[in-house]
């Protein structure tokens, strides 16, 4: 008998498994609503031009081998990233701790290592519902810290459920508990903080000495604004005294999923505090993957470089970011003028590439089997998988899902 043959079964990834279903399927207006990753007006996969610039300019550079990058990662990457995301000034960053990683996941993980080691937290806090590698990554990286939810989504009214959010961290989390909170564009709901639930939610962190462990995976991407889509994490490191955590993606916004080009962040405060975590953060990392990928992060590194790439790469957002928007008010129309039952009109205000739409199991069952329309089982639907080719066809197959269940 083999050694392996108890391991406890792990359930197949459901975004993974529709992607695959999805593949096979032979019928020619399949849709995929399924995946977080940008499609262009013909459902296909689109390379922003910006990057392609880059990677020419890259290729065309005959000084370029194939060494490794340092340790903590590509430097002028770094750099960029931390100006990026926190709109730091070289004082600022003096006390930010930064590596690259394994693009946004694994940011996350080595963030959930680091802490897991420099902190032995008892608890983290997830929203509910989140990105669903959240709990899968803090479970792997230790079992022992508990992993609780505070509410964020109700569902019977697509709205935040702000109270409960800000309830369940003043009554519940206590000091030195990890806040995993999502910085613009929350998977999978759409829905965002204001400025002023974000301002509250810094105030508990602040007064409860929580930790707050932002995940950016949709800068620039989301609003097609870089400073609107960090607004949350800038004021918690401009305004506030807090020690945080930021796990950076560019795989969204710069369209660069499978180069897995990421930067976790610790913001320690003190240039002491500093030094420490980017050694403990090397050594986590060095035991885990020696050094990070050099191809994205060269490509990141020279868009954030260039004046005219870094505005052509704004270009670039903006377009992908106006297409979700038209997309999301395409679909709204057909539906309501089909008055087809339930909530839609939110999905118009709802931020980035996800929405609920509140569709049940046995539904999203239908719309696969009968329609060969894919999305996630929670209901979630990704809006770049929609075209002006086949919005009404999904709209109207949610139409005949929604009435037929409806007069059942
Ligand atoms: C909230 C959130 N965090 C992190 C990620 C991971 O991104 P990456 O592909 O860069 O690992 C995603 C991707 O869907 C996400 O939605």
């Known amino acids: 008998m083999s050694l392996f043959a108890n391991l406890p079964e792990a359930a197949t990834d459901a975004a993974f498994a529709l992607i695959e279903a999805y593949k096979a399927d032979t019928f020619p207006l399949k849709v995929d609503l399924s995946p977080g990753f940008y499609r262009d007006e013909d459902a296909r996969p689109w390379i ?10 890259l290729l065309n550079d005959s000084t370029a081998d194939h060494e490794h990058a340092p340790i903590l990662g590509h430097e002028a990457l770094i750099h960029s990233a931390q100006r990026l995301v926190f709109d730091a000034t070289c004082e600022d960053t003096a006390t930010i701790a930064s590596i690259q990683t394994i693009a946004g996941t694994g940011a996350n993980h080595l963030g959930a290592l680091f802490l897991a080691k420099a902190r032995c937290p008892r608890t983290v806090w997830i929203s509910d519902p989140s990105w669903i590698n959240h709990q899968e990554i803090w479970q792997l990286v230790d079992s022992g810290i508990e992993r609780q939810t505070y509410p964020y989504f109700d569902k019977q ?13 003043n009554l519940k989390a206590r000091e030195g508990d990890i806040v995993i909170l999502h910085g613009c564009a929350h998977n999978p709901t759409g829905l965002d903080l204001t400025k002023d639930q974000w301002k509250a939610v810094a105030d508990v962190c602040e007064e409860k000495k929580l930790v707050p462990f932002f995940d950016v995976a949709y800068q620039g991407f989301a609003t097609g604004d870089l400073a609107e889509d960090a607004w949350s994490v800038r004021h918690f490191f401009h305004n506030t005294s807090l020690e945080m955590l930021v796990a950076q993606s560019f795989s969204k916004n710069f369209g660069l999923y499978g180069e897995r080009v990421g930067v976790l962040h610790v913001v320690c405060r003190t240039e002491i505090a500093r030094s420490k975590a980017t050694n403990m953060l090397s050594r986590l990392s060095r035991a885990e993957i020696t050094t990070a990928p050099i191809n994205g992060a060269k490509i990141v590194a020279k868009v954030l470089g260039d004046t ?15 297409r979700m928007k038209s997309m999301r008010k395409r679909l709204v129309d057909a539906l309501l003028k089909r008055q ?11 931020i980035g ?15 696969k089997e009968r329609y ?18 086949n919005v009404e066809y999904v709209a109207e197959a949610f139409h005949k899902v929604t009435v037929a269940t409806k007069f059942v």
């Open 48 to 57: 922003l031009p910006s990057v392609e610039k880059a990677k020419q300019d």
């Open 340 to 350: 087809t039952p339930g909530a839609w009109e939110h999905i118009l205000t709802d």
């Open 353 to 367: 590439m996800f929405s609920m739409t509140g569709l049940q199991p046995d539904q999203i069952q239908t719309l």
């Open 308 to 322: 005219n790439l870094k505005q052509q790469w704004q270009n670039d957002l903006l377009h992908m970011s106006h």
């Open 157 to 169: 009214s697509f709205i935040i459920d702000f109270e409960g959010t800000i309830s369940t961290l």
């Open 372 to 389: 060969h329309i894919y999305l996630l089982p929670s209901g979630r639907i990704s809006i770049t998988g929609l075209t002006e080719h």
